[in-house]
């Protein structure tokens, strides 16, 4: 694949003053490539530097073996549209009319608009699902429908590059996963480079082919987000402290204090989750197990530095991880069973229900009364029943 997007020793800024240097990246054709980093460490400079907006203080910017610099702004709309952040006011204009203006690298000198080029806007109008649009003005649309419109300016202009500056960041969720959605798909079935700045790191990972980390005036890693997203990257990036991000999971949870080992939790296959937030939320100190090393709830408790008694994946539970679970259950004050799936590698966790009883622990269970009978025969009429998480905080109070 041809590169199309190449730059080299490139430091961008205003003035004398340097934003970010360093920057020597190439971009192939069709890829999509996020930008991450915090508030003010140069994201937005990047992108106005490769789209012409401002010129670069040193190095060199080549759009498809070109150099920038050499380019008419005729040729650079040609080959490379833009979307910042900075909100249109185009007056009077129908949302058809609005789109018209990508045309204008196209028109004559008059503007005019040829049959192709109404198709094209026509077809620009349909790939962000705002034909219905076509009519209405502007100034009347919503956030989102107005965004959708900027994109169709950008992709009625057919570049092979499309630079965009946070443009989910006035968007509620449905109107972000649409446009994400959109330039996703012009990326892989157009051939469109999309190059894009976002604050969503779970979004990044999960549609970006490469992805550029940007702080306090450098470059600190790019590469695909299997390599590049990791705890100690995304740490570096944002300096956490009190939370700790995922990097199988894509996500971000808040460290509080678990010294305690008040509650232990048997969970499994995500029945755990929404335990482990409620409970550290509300001041309980939990332990957890007896949970594969392969289940969600063993990464999600990891994530939290919650104390997991595991077992390896696709392994049974072994005497010797049962007696730490033995051990936990013989120092906590409750036991909760959130109504975790039963197989055959996880069965010994009934036993967990079982020793908690003989050592006279409250032990709490979310099933249904003929499920937890089915499992611990009469054991189970020692059980505190539980319709959710909340009665069991009604109940410790």
């Known amino acids: 694949m041809r590169s199309v997007l190449k730059t080299e020793e490139l430091c961008v800024g205003y003035g004398k003053k340097e934003i970010v240097s360093g920057i020597s990246q190439e971009i192939i054709k069709g890829q999509f490539v996020s930008i991450l980093g915090p508030n003010g460490s140069g ?20 759009i498809n073996g070109l150099l920038l610099d050499r380019l008419s702004s005729k040729e650079v709309a040609k080959n490379l549209s833009v979307v910042l952040t900075e909100r249109p006011s185009p007056g009077l204009l129908t949302a ?5 203006l990508g045309r204008y690298p196209y028109t004559d000198i008059f503007g005019r608009l040829t049959e192709k080029d109404k198709e094209k806007i026509k077809e620009a ?17 919503s956030d989102g429908e107005r965004q959708k419109l900027v994109i169709a300016r950008a992709i009625a202009q057919e570049p092979e590059i499309i630079i965009l500056d946070e443009p989910t960041i006035h968007l509620d969720p449905k109107n972000k996963i649409e446009l994400l959605g959109i330039l996703y798909r012009l990326s892989k079935k157009k051939g469109v480079t999309v190059l894009v700045s976002l604050h969503d790191i779970d979004v990044a990972s999960r549609i970006s082919d490469l992805v ?13 987000p ?47 989750t929404p335990l482990y937030r409620t409970l550290l939320r509300h001041g309980f100190g939990i332990v957890t ?25 696709f392994q049974k539970i072994g005497k010797n991880t049962l007696k730490k679970a033995f051990s936990f259950i013989a120092h906590a004050k409750a036991v909760i069973d959130s109504d975790f799936p039963v197989g055959s590698f996880n069965r010994e966790n009934i036993d967990l229900i079982h020793y908690a009883i003989k050592k006279e622990k409250k032990a709490y269970t979310l099933r249904k009364k003929k499920e937890a009978y089915e499992l611990y025969g009469n054991l189970s009429k020692k ?6 998480v909340y009665s069991f905080l009604e109940e410790r109070r």
């Open 43 to 62: 994201k937005t400079t990047i992108l106005k530097t490769l789209a012409k907006v401002i010129a670069p203080l040193r190095g060199r910017i080549y």
């Open 96 to 100: 058809f009319e609005f789109v018209a």
């Open 125 to 141: 109008l349909q790939l962000v699902n705002a034909k219905e649009l076509s009519e209405r003005y502007f100034g009347e649309l």
């Open 212 to 224: 550029l980390l940007v702080k306090e005036g450098r470059i600190i890693d790019f590469g695909p």
């Open 226 to 272: 299997e390599k590049v997203i990791n705890q100690e990257r995304i740490a570096q990036l944002y300096d956490l402290k009190d939370v700790h991000f995922n990097s199988k999971l894509y996500t971000f949870e808040l460290l509080k204090n678990n010294k305690r080992k008040d509650i232990f939790v048997i969970a499994g296959a995500g029945t755990g």
């Open 289 to 313: 197990g007896i949970i594969h090393e392969n289940d969600i709830d063993f990464h999600v408790a990891n994530s939290m530095k919650v104390e997991v008694v595991s077992e390896r994946a």
């Open 383 to 388: 059980l505190i029943y539980l319709n959710d």
